[in-house]
């Protein structure tokens, strides 16, 4: 379905409206291309966060390394495996095993695991545990990982260096890689880290039409006290001249200027922007662009040390009716619980050859 390109000083035009009658036609548009391209279908995934263990320093994350208040865990196979079995019981078709960057990861026990969720059940499986060599991707993907999630976070170059230390591989090459191995390739950003400008973000967005993203995950900063950008004062930087807001708002512009560069990727509805909007943030979302959802399946006795951002606002499946009640929040707003994987139709109909890309 042809659309006209949106080229940036469009993007920076929405991303300045504030006017709620005008961006009512964004959202219109977005919901538009969201039906077009992806259907009504509310894809659900079980996220397990399986380890909080993490060696790197990022300015904005609670996992980093440095912060001692956290009580470090990491789950078993077998407890990962009822997870998942919770996962296949309550009928979602993927689950996303996600990790701090943990230094001694052994990448042989993961594709262990993921070997294992293959053999048993028939869930689409996605990695999300960082920046990782290349041989450690292949072998996961050769052991029958579907997926692999990985933000660039800002496509600004300066800003990425300065939130996050230490980097090994860049990020960009890693995601071209992914694709190279066959993965649906996932990445995405945050939404008013400080010092991101909106040009920042227009260029984000731009990014993940030139890399044809499968999936894309955009979520508002959220402080975490115990990291350095959560003792910064909120006036000092959110007050500086182009500086994004942190904000619901600026969260679904993206959202749904993200839905009308990438129509065909898999947009969750992200934890983060729920957390800003408990009770409406999940039904906004999928009303402006998303098209799936991530029910969080991890123990409640590791969730709480899984503390990238406080107060995460989860799907919580352990409690009874939660499921239900999603499901008729659902069709309240004409949607269906996804059935089977939900891969991302983006894969493919995007070129093979990754290699070209910018
Ligand atoms: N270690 C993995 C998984 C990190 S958690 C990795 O680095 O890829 C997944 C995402 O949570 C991150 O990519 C980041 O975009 C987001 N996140 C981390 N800290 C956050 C914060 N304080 N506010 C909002 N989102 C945050």
Known sequence: MPTPPIGREHILAWLHEENPERLEALWRLADQRRRECVGDEVHLRGLIEFSNVCG????????????????????????????????????????????????????????????????????AITLSVGERAPEELRLWREAGADRYLLRFETSNPKLFASIHPGSVFSRLDL????????????????IGIPGQSVDDLAGDILLFETLNLDMIGVGPFIPHPDTPFGRLDPKRWLDRPGQTPNSELMTYKVLALTRLVCPYANIPSTTALATLNPSQGHRLALSRGANVVMPNVTPARFREQYAIYPDKACIDVGADGALTDLASHLAAIGRTAGKGRGDSPNKGRRATDWTKRR
Do not use: H
Request: with cysteine; hydrophobic share 35%.
């Open 175 to 190: 995601l071209r890689e992914l694709g190279r191995l066959g993965y649906e390739v996932g990445s995405g950003v945050m």
């Open 56 to 123: 790197r320093q990022c300015a904005y994350c609670g996992l980093r390394q440095p912060n001692t208040k956290l009580r470090r865990y990491r789950m078993t196979a077998d407890d990962v495996m009822a997870s998942v079995r919770e996962a296949e019981r309550n009928g979602f078709g993927a689950v996303v095993l996600q990790s701090g960057e943990d230094p001694e990861l052994d990448p042989s026990w993961l594709a262990g695991l993921v070997r294992r969720i293959r053999r048993e059940t028939k869930l």
